[in-house]
């Protein structure tokens, strides 16, 4: 089955410190992975996909994520966090068993940053 | 460029009501998703439309949801006799091609929060 894992619920950094949160994938195929930010009561916020090409993926605000095939890893990164950065964060795969539909979303991980 | 719109954005309802949740994807887009958000969970998709065509529902309760998109106006999520369990939140998300082509990514409205009394 296809999936997706947010191993931690909770992240805690303070401001200045470099930030990681964790994300590894199970799909058949090559996976189509993005990440999302969400702040309290708001939507989704595209941050950044991988499709193909470069393992070092880079996107909105900073962030980046470095696709690992040997690790199924898809893990978010910043080199210095904000308090601003302090946000609910979803890993997502797409569904490839049918084209063009949905999004497979771990369940998130809270990031703190704190000054 | 307007983003996408979905409304209302709180909706009360009793046991046994109607709830019906609008979206209206960005100009451009024909490919609409929605999802929902249950406390403490990640988002589980629901159902997947294009203009007046459902093209993938697996993940919709079998009874009382039902969910629509015309070839004029929003997309319509529609929950019969809402019951307590149906208290989430709804996000409606929509892209300009189908994942099929690429891994387009979804723009996701600012969702839908249903309190079932």
């Known amino acids: 089955a296809q999936s997706v894992a947010q191993p931690e619920d909770q992240v805690n950094v303070a401001e200045g410190n470099p930030l990681t949160v964790k994300c590894t994938y199970s799909?058949?195929?090559?996976?189509?992975l993005f990440w999302y930010v969400q702040y309290p009561n708001r939507g989704l916020q595209f941050l950044l996909k991988?499709?193909?090409?470069?393992?070092l993926v880079k996107g909105s605000y900073g962030f980046e994520a470095e696709f690992n095939k040997s690790q199924t890893s898809f893990h978010l990164k910043k080199p210095s966090a904000l308090v601003s950065d302090s946000a609910l964060y979803f890993c997502?795969?797409?569904?490839?068993?049918?084209?063009?539909?949905?999004?497979?979303f771990g369940k998130g991980t809270t990031l703190s940053v704190s000054s | 460029n307007a983003g996408v719109m979905q409304n209302p954005r709180h909706l009360v309802r009793r046991r046994g009501q109607e709830a019906r949740l609008r979206c209206s994807p960005m100009k451009g887009h024909s490919h609409v998703y929605w999802y929902r958000q249950l406390p403490e969970e990640g988002l589980k998709f629901m159902v997947y439309?294009?203009?007046?065509?459902?093209?993938?529902e697996s993940g919709m309760p079998k009874e009382r949801f039902s969910a629509e998109f015309p070839k004029e106006g929003p997309s319509i999520l529609r929950i019969q006799q809402v019951v307590r369990g149906d208290s989430a939140a709804y996000f409606c998300?929509?892209?300009?091609?189908?994942?099929?082509?690429?891994?387009?990514?979804?723009?996701f409205g600012p969702g839908t929060r249903l309190t079932v009394l």
């Open positions: 998300a929509s892209s300009w091609t189908s994942g099929g082509t690429g891994g387009n990514e979804q723009f």
């Open positions: 991988y499709i193909t090409g470069d393992n």
């Open positions: 439309l294009q203009k007046e065509n459902i093209i993938d």
């Open positions: 997502a795969v797409r569904d490839m068993r049918q084209a063009g539909t949905a999004l497979i």
């Open positions: 799909v058949s195929g090559n996976p189509y």
